[in-house]
């Protein structure tokens, strides 16, 4: 084999070294900073207030600009619009007022059941009968609107 020869194989294993230690690097960049900041939060229990029974879990999404609400089954208490039956902490509320609707047994005449999400983390309850006995919610909410 030539010097010249040598040389090149030289050079190619160097570039290929070179190369296997930045893909290591990469690798270990994206599997630790990049997708450990975009991991998923788990679910969170929350109870209930005003006479409400039963409770309700939370999460924010993977990419953390929504969060995720869901609760089978909630026995109504104090129905008047706009009762608060539970309020979210800080790191969960959204920016804005969003409106997230609900499934129940009976709703009130000429209504859509919902929920309004208020910035300050309340969750105000809207559009259900005073027969109403089961409350369902599956929802997501933006936190960054």
């Known amino acids: 084999m030539s010097d010249k ?17 930045w893909i290591d690097a990469e690798i270990a960049f994206w599997n630790s900073s990049i997708l450990t900041a975009f991991a998923a939060d788990t679910w969170h229990s929350i109870g209930t207030v005003n006479g409400w029974v039963g409770g309700a879990s939370y999460r924010k999404s993977v990419d953390q600009r929504s969060v995720l609400v869901a609760a089978i089954g909630l026995v109504p208490g ?11 902490p800080v790191a969960w509320r959204p920016a804005s007022i969003q409106q997230i609707p609900v499934t129940c047994d009976n709703p009130l005449a000429g209504n859509t059941p919902r929920i309004n999400v208020l910035a300050s983390g309340a ?16 929802a997501e909410y933006p936190i960054d609107l």
């Open 5 to 21: 020869a040598y040389s090149t194989e030289q050079r190619l294993n160097s570039l290929i070294s070179n190369l296997n230690s």
């Open 78 to 88: 104090t129905i008047t619009a706009g009762t608060t039956i539970w309020t979210i």
């Open 123 to 138: 969750f105000n309850i809207y559009g259900i009968s005073g027969t109403t006995a089961s409350v369902n919610i599956c």
